[in-house]
């Protein structure tokens, strides 16, 4: 309420005339409510419930009874010379109940129809609430006229608390794990600390950058750096806080936002989650022009309303720039769009040391395994393990982080706490262990660039059994279509184990099933590697995000070509399940020695999981898979001198 208050009174300061409208408002406010108790009804005599009225008419104690129609009173006269009131409802029928009993107990009853209004009555109930409305009408216009926004300009100042001006106490000292991206943002923070290397060249900085990435890859981080390395202003606002149900509130918080930043310059403007605010226009059905394009409307304007000198840069966050508006992206505005992908395993163990470099960590801790357990998480996730194995620590009564520690923090990660309410029997026990035993001697032998490092039976989450851990030597950006077979092998060999053993499948490869559905589909529809549809991508979304992809695929895309899609779909996942079953057969001595062992320890990982599998014999899928070592792959000619 202060707040709101706040704003009211924030553009009144400037203008003698909105100042008088604010205090007359607030004067007549206040006068209303002091004369809305003096035009209440007033009786005399005591007050007296109806029912006890029609007692004393009962009893022949009235003499004469007269009715207020609009206060809906009666008024009574008692034969001792006293007078006394009781209320009525309004309501016809009650109204003549009461005109009835009166009259039958001999009582004479007057009306009163009250067409006298007094001229107090007049002035509260009609005419100050108009002059309240007038006035308060006249400041929103008076104030529209300086702050735009249709007279609620006064609005667009809530909120102001979350881009007040501040300086970012983070450098890229505090960053690790994105280096492409440090490199880029260089430029940003040489051009705001000292621009006129810039202009002595005549090269002009990017006046806006885009940050690209999954969540939790450290967007707002990277923001807050580049600031920090600038020494300049951070003036931080998310999209969606742009976007109201009032119109031309969003356009009046982009101009609000964009005027600090000028005074405040250098300065650095971030807009998280930019794809609230700057939508494409027009998408979907029914979309007009709406607030939220309001909204872009202005942010567009604004960023073309400064030029170089100005010492600003527009820095946005999204992960989802393919549904952005085109005019966000040209050059000019969003000059630059810089990538942050998940990071390496390189990138993983500096996340990794940068989080834990003020924790104790174990001797036999080893941040490099670590990251090389971690394929694929982003570096909130890895912050998140650390965390998890501080907690982990502090409630086993530890000093420093174990390497136990830390592997049980990924899979809390991953899957969630281990379930202890819940037992398995022996029989549910047997089959997961085949299944992960399964996994493991298939990526051993068909020899895996990701291999199995860690096997454990343990329930977690809503999962009744967990997945192999994957040891990973180096992140793949190319794979190859053999690559992916072997990938698809190896998802599948569960579902082959358990079929082997029961001759049947259990409810605990639907994960994997719905994976190798996912990737053979993207084999065959992204990737080009089906010899019956030939090298071409199907079922690409050209239209707008908000169609839906089933309209979009079935429009561009004949019926015939998407059965055939599913046939190949279901041959790929088939043909590995077919390979996975041999690779099995050929060891299926290691998969019941690495199951037992697992019915036995629960978790098997290290040296302890190389030796049961220190049997396992190499398989070739004969061509299916073959030929995708990435030592064997051959090198480029060097280059010509």
Partial sequence: MLEFLGALTQPARKDPLSTFLLLASIGLTILFFALLGSIQP????????????????????????????EDSRAVMNLKDGTQAWAAYPQSDAQTSQ?????????????????????????????????LILVCLFAYFMRIGQDGGAGGFAAFSSIGKRSRKKRKASITFQDVAGVGDAVAELREIRDYLADPTRYEELGAHAPKGVLLVGPPGTGKTLIARATSGEADASFFSMSGSDFVESLVGVGAARVRDLFDRARKNAPAIVFIDELDAAGRRRGAGIGQGNDEREQTLNQLLVEM???????????????????????????PGRFDRQVTIDVPDVHGRAEILGLHAKDKPLAPDASLIEIARLTPGFTGAELANVIN??????????????TQKTLEEAIDRVVAGPAKKSHVLTQAERWVIAVHEASHAVVTRSIGQTISAQKLSIVARGRQMGTAAHMLVDRDQVVEQEPDLRRTLVAIVA???????????????????????????????????????LG?????????????????????????????LIDREVERLVGEAIEKATAVLQRNWGAVEETAEALLEHETLSGVALDAVLSTVQQHSLNGWGAGNDRESLREPPPPTP
Avoid: W
């Fill in 535 to 563: 090298p071409v991508t199907i079922g690409e979304r050209e239209g707008e995000v908000f169609l839906g992809a089933s309209l979009q695929d079935l429009g561009s895309v004949g019926q015939s070509t998407l059965d």
């Fill in 98 to 130: 009461l005109l009835r009993r009166l009259s039958a107990a001999g009582v004479t009853v007057d009306v009163d129809q009250q067409t006298f209004v007094p001229t107090r009555k007049i002035i509260v109930q009609f005419l100050l609430p108009i």
């Fill in 494 to 532: 569960g579902a082959a184990g358990e079929r082997i053993e029961y001759g049947c499948l259990s409810t605990g490869v639907h994960d994997d099933l719905h994976a190798a559905t996912q990737l053979a589909r993207r084999m065959v529809a992204s990737f080009g590697m089906s010899d019956a």
């Fill in 304 to 330: 073309d309303g400064f030029g170089a000198e100005a010492g600003i840069v527009v820095m946005g966050a999204t992960n989802r720039p393919d549904i952005l508006d085109p005019a966000l992206l040209r």
């Fill in 42 to 69: 007033k009786s005399p005599g005591r007050q007296v419930p109806l029912s006890e009225a029609y007692k004393l008419a009962r009893q022949h104690q009235l003499e004469a009874v007269t009715l207020l129609d």
């Fill in 388 to 401: 998890e194995a501080a907690l982990l620590t502090v409630r086993g009564g530890e000093r420093a982080m």
